[in-house]
């Protein structure tokens, strides 16, 4: 009994410090700030630069619940691809802060019309949803965003300014 009380403790522990590790970000200098982003859906890593160098790198990053492809239309759940900007901030968002994107440009614009439909739009860099209770969300959840912890959309929200440019790739 005390054997399977050990084991068990320990493997709570292997646990926790697994949840925790993803979702705290690495620390930098104070007054560090990024001049472009970049983002790999097939990697699910964010990367901030400043000049030529990282300046850090977020894993497990979740996407809409259908990650692959380019976002088309409103409701498709699917993140955008291709070369857009930090347009805005959101510091009263339902998801612990956010960063726009400038999604939808003019050519997404530009195919959803020519089919009827809406782009869509309102897509961001956000951490978790407020009042969640749990560790970061393990799974793609968002309707197109990209989510990340809230540790380190806070870290984010500090670096990067509004203007820089963000390319997602597939």
Known sequence: MIRRSIWAGLSLLTLAACGSASSQPPPLAAGTKADRLLVDK??????????????????????????????????????????????GRNGASRYHLSLRISYPDATDRAYAKAR??????????????????????????????????????????????????????P
């Open 116 to 169: 009827g439909r809406s782009p869509g739009g309102d897509i961001f860099i956000h951490g978790q949803p407020n009042r969640w209770p749990g560790p970061p969300i393990a799974r793609d959840w968002t309707d197109g965003c990209i989510a990340l912890s809230n540790a380190e959309i806070r870290q984010l929200w500090d670096i990067v300014p509004d203007g820089t440019p963000i390319t997602i790739r």
């Open 42 to 87: 097939s990697d699910r890593i964010l990367i901030a630069y400043r000049g030529d160098r990282e300046i850090l790198r977020y894993t497990s990053i979740r996407f809409g619940d259908a990650p692959t492809g380019h976002k088309r239309f409103e409701g498709d759940e699917r993140t955008p691809e291709g070369r857009y900007t930090i347009d």
